[in-house]
T-cell receptor, first 112, second 111 residues
Framework: SQTIHQWPATLVQPVGSPLSLECTVE??????LYWYRQAAGRGLQLLFY??????ISSEVPQNLSASRPQDRQFILSSKKLLLSDSGFYLC???????????FGSGTRLTVV | KQEVTQIPAALSVPEGENLVLNCSFT??????LQWFRQDPGKGLTSLLL?????REQTSGRLNASLDKSSGRSTLYIAASQPGDSATYLC??????????FGAGTRLTVKP
């Protein structure tokens, strides 16, 4: 069966520090991968999606970047965190050409 | 740009009641619609997925309907239980690469 792993679960980082959040999927090949952010009291915002290795689409201009170095690995990064980067970050995957997203357990990021 | 609205924003009901959560979307050219549940501080759990060609899906006490032409979906929960308390999120996708979410309905079921 397919599983999605996201870590760490919580993270507290100072302003200006770098960030790396990792997401991996098991049990499937060539998935679509997504990064969402959920700010406090707000809905989910799509940040990045990827349909293949090295293929990244960005939804909104921001202080973050994403990379997909392997088929089932999706990384969210920042060189210098801002206070406004605080939030709940969720990774998701879907089968290409089919419907339905499966989400990871999320990372709570607090920038102080 | 697709806009997804969920009404009500919050709902409190006594245990055992049947209830309906509403979701509307502005662009009817969707690929699919998915309902999720989110517990506080947790990720999203998929409840039901409705493809654009379908009208409804059922899982246990949950039934979701889709009226694509009017841009509406409802999630019906029968015989609600305290364990159903959570935030329920509706999301629509135009081409399976751009799932857009509503702000959610926060449900509280009182014992």
């Amino acid at each position: 069966s397919q599983t999605i792993h996201q870590w760490p679960a919580t993270l507290v980082q100072p302003v200006g520090s770098p960030l790396s959040l990792e997401c991996t999927v098991e049990g499937t090949s060539n998935p679509n991968l997504y990064w969402y952010r959920q700010a406090a009291g707000r809905g989910l915002q799509l940040l990045f999606y990827s349909v293949g290795i090295g293929q990244i689409s960005s939804e909104v201009p921001q202080n973050l970047s994403a990379s997909r170095p392997q088929d089932r690995q999706f990384i969210l990064s920042s060189k210098k965190l801002l206070l406004s980067d605080s939030g709940f970050y969720l990774c998701a995957w879907s089968v290409q050409g089919a419907g339905g997203y499966t989400f990871g357990s999320g990372t709570r990021l607090t920038v102080v | 740009k697709q806009e997804v609205t969920q009404i009500p924003a919050a709902l409190s009901v006594p245990e055992g009641e049947n209830l309906v959560l509403n979701c509307s979307f502005t662009d009817s050219a969707i690929y699919n619609l998915q309902w999720f549940r989110q517990d506080p501080g947790k990720g999203l759990t998929s409840l039901l997925l409705i493809q654009s060609s379908q009208r409804e899906q059922t899982s246990g006490r949950l039934n979701a309907s889709l009226d694509k032409s009017s841009g509406r979906s409802t999630l019906y929960i029968a015989a609600s239980q305290p364990g159903d308390s959570a935030t329920y999120l509706c999301a629509v996708s135009k081409n399976n690469n751009d799932m857009r979410f509503g702000a959610g309905t926060r449900l509280t079921v009182k014992p």
